[in-house]
């Protein structure tokens, strides 16, 4: 197969703002409950729903604005800008109303490179080279995530002061807009169908240039839409309504999961609060680890069984949540500890294999309007986001965390389900 370009130096652009967001996103709960006044588990559930319920109407904004004008540096650089105007704000930020209303401009802005980065991967190399660049993205961003918790848990062995922890993430942002101003350069149309018609060309066997059929359609399909100013039909099919069914509860049993977290290691496990950063290392580095092969297992054993293998990890994690909670005073302290690292460094794993190909498949589902249906299946997500946002805390405080990982455990295997019966269907592999 014959690499079209080889010039992946815009990846490295999203490496530090990667850095930031890992490193803020994991030190924005511990701050919640550990360094502003009168909070609880349930605050950290609120502010990251608000954010959400925030991003949910500007998703499909950002995805229709991207589509219609062929424009992602733009909207990329509105991310990276976002993120250091608000990392920077989080400096003066002391107690919740200030978090809150960070959060609810986070939801405003940061989602403007969602669609806009997805779309760029499409745009920029031809179909049978997605998985690889896909899987080389992540891997990347991976590396930067594995970085800035690296800073992060150094950081904590000298220093509480958070306002200077915020500050560095925001001039990282503010580097990412730097490169990414120089390196990020969109991709005319006549340019994208001359991928598509050389990787044609170039690989004249029958399998590989049926395999090629569905997403040359897409891009096709894609730009043709833009030119002609009809109405926006979805032709929303079943299988696509199932695949975004199947990621609604796949994303609800992940944020029942992770978003309460935070409090669930230092409060109840009593984990000090410096083992924080490093615990979250395993996962971005086993992450990593993951994004550097992905791309190579997925083209030997095919997406749906990568997808597979990694739901059933997700799955296989979240029972073992259930035990220590359970058990957590038999675990004691070290032996708590020593599970919940080897349990990321599994769900890091999950992760890594189960994001490229959810990223791969998806786009091989829709007929027309890719980055507005990519925008309306980040909003599915975001909903989910929300649910499991506000109702972890509550549930946590409620009933407990073991009832809420076991109800992780069954959305989790729902999703699984849903995939297998959707997607052996269709001709993808």
């Keep these: 197969m014959s690499h079209i370009s080889n010039k992946d130096f815009w990846i490295y652009a999203f490496l530090p703002f990667s850095a930031a967001m890992a490193a803020s996103g994991t030190l924005i709960p511990l701050f919640i409950i550990s360094g502003l006044a009168n909070t609880s588990v349930s ?59 960070l ?35 992540q891997q990347r961003s991976g590396i930067g995530a594995c970085l800035g918790l690296a800073f ?26 730097i490169m990414g101003f120089f390196t990020i350069k969109d991709i005319s149309k006549d340019k994208i169908l001359q991928k598509i018609e050389k990787t044609a060309l170039i690989n004249l066997d029958l399998a590989f240039y049926s395999s090629l059929i569905q997403p040359r359609k897409i891009l096709i399909y894609n730009i043709e839409a ?17 695949f975004f069914l199947a990621g609604f509860a796949l994303y609800l049993a992940s944020n029942f999961a992770f978003t309460p977290l935070a409090a669930f290691i230092t409060q109840q496990l009593t984990i000090h609060e410096s083992y924080y950063f490093w615990i979250f290392i395993g996962y971005y580095v086993v992450s990593v680890i993951g994004y550097t092969f992905a791309g190579n297992w997925i083209e030997k054993s095919g997406n749906l069984k990568i997808l597979f293998i990694g739901n059933l990890i997700r799955i296989a994690v979240y029972a073992v949540f259930v035990m220590l909670s359970l058990m957590f005073l038999a675990f004691g302290t070290t032996g708590s500890l020593i599970t919940i690292i080897v349990l990321l460094v599994f769900s890091g794993i999950s992760f890594s294999l189960m994001n490229v190909t959810l990223q791969n498949i998806l786009p091989r589902l829709i007929e027309k309007k890719v980055g507005e249906m ?56």
């Design 43 to 101: 605050d950290i559930g609120l502010v990251s729903a608000i954010s959400t319920i925030v991003s949910l109407p500007l998703a499909f904004v950002w995805g229709k604005l991207t589509d219609d004008t062929r424009k992602r540096k733009v909207f990329i650089l509105t991310a990276f800008i976002s993120g250091f105007g608000i990392l920077f704000t989080y400096f003066f930020a002391v107690n919740l109303i200030w978090v809150i209303i």
């Design 226 to 242: 833009r030119d002609q100013e009809e109405p926006m039909k979805l032709q929303f099919t079943k299988t696509l309504g199932l």
């Design 103 to 137: 959060n609810i401009i986070s939801g405003l802005l940061l989602g403007a490179g969602d669609t806009a980065k997805s779309m760029y991967i499409l745009d920029k190399y031809p179909p049978d080279l997605w998985e690889k660049k896909i899987a080389k993205f």
């Design 152 to 177: 992060g848990g150094l950081f904590q062995l000298y220093s509480n002061y958070y306002g200077v922890f915020f500050l560095v993430c925001a001039f990282l942002c503010a580097l990412s807009a």
């Design 374 to 429: 990519l925008a309306i299946y980040n909003i599915v997500i975001g909903i989910s986001a929300i649910l499991g946002s506000l109702f972890s805390g509550l549930i946590a405080r409620s009933i407990g965390y073991s009832w809420l990982f076991l109800f992780s455990v069954m959305f989790a295997s729902i999703a699984c389900l849903i995939y297998f019966m959707t997607l052996k269907k269709t001709a993808i592999t």
